[in-house]
């Protein structure tokens, strides 16, 4: 089954330290990967995608993230994490059915992110 | 270009009502999704619809949920006689093709309770 897999429930980590959320997946072909940020009581914002190129990506708000192909990962960096930062991190992939023609976003469970001042 | 919304934001409905969820796409988008999230959960898919046509519901309950995505107007998610574990928020996204690279645009959801 296509999936994918945030094994963190919950990050700590202290202001101005770096920051990582881990994501797996789990897909047949080539895997189009994003991240997406959830602050409280709001809809989810697109940080960051992987479509093919350079493993490593730029987003929004200093983020970035890296593609592995070897351990099917695509884990959310940031070099130092701020306060402001905190907030539920989606990792997603978008899969397709060959026999259906159709296509969707499958998301992670998520992961929240507490910086400590 | 407006963003992706939705409306109302808040709504709360009694057990066995109706609750009716309003989402209109970005400009230009024909592509929506319908996601539930529940409390401390994380966003599970209920639907995709281009405009008048259902193109995937494996995650829709089969009964009292339903979507239409009409030629003119807003998308729209019904559920029937609700009950208290309906409550949720639910999220709408809209994207513009089929490129698979391309992402998709949240609303700021509707919050539904049913008390």
């Known amino acids: 089954a296509q999936s994918v897999a945030q094994p963190e429930d919950q990050v700590n980590v202290a202001e101005g330290n770096p920051l990582t959320v881990k994501c797996t997946y789990s897909v047949s072909g080539n895997p189009y990967l994003f991240w997406y940020v959830q602050y409280p009581n709001r809809g989810l914002q697109f940080l960051l995608k992987?479509?093919?190129?350079?493993?490593l990506v730029k987003g929004s708000y200093g983020f970035e993230a890296e593609f592995n192909k070897s351990q099917t990962s695509f884990h959310l960096k940031k070099p130092s994490a701020l306060v402001s930062d905190s907030a539920l991190y989606f990792c997603a992939v978008r899969v397709s059915f060959v026999s259906s023609g159709t296509y969707k976003y499958i998301f992670g469970t998520g992961t929240r992110l507490k910086v400590l001042a | 270009n407006a963003g992706v919304m939705q409306n109302p934001r808040h709504l709360v409905r009694r057990r066995g009502q109706e609750a009716r969820l309003r989402c209109s796409p970005m400009k230009g988008h024909s592509h929506v999704y319908w996601y539930r999230q529940l409390p401390e959960e994380g966003l599970k898919f209920m639907v995709y619809?281009?405009?008048?046509?259902?193109?995937?519901e494996s995650g829709m309950p089969k009964e009292r949920f339903s979507a239409e995505f009409p030629k003119e107007g807003p998308s729209i998610l019904r559920i029937q006689q609700v009950v208290r574990g309906d409550s949720a928020a639910y999220f709408c996204?809209?994207?513009?093709?089929?490129?698979?690279?391309?992402?998709?645009?949240f609303g700021q959801g509707t919050r539904l309770t049913v008390v």
């Open positions: 619809l281009q405009k008048e046509n259902i193109i995937d």
């Open positions: 996204a809209s994207s513009s093709g089929t490129g698979m690279g391309t992402e998709a645009f």
């Open positions: 992987y479509i093919t190129g350079d493993n």
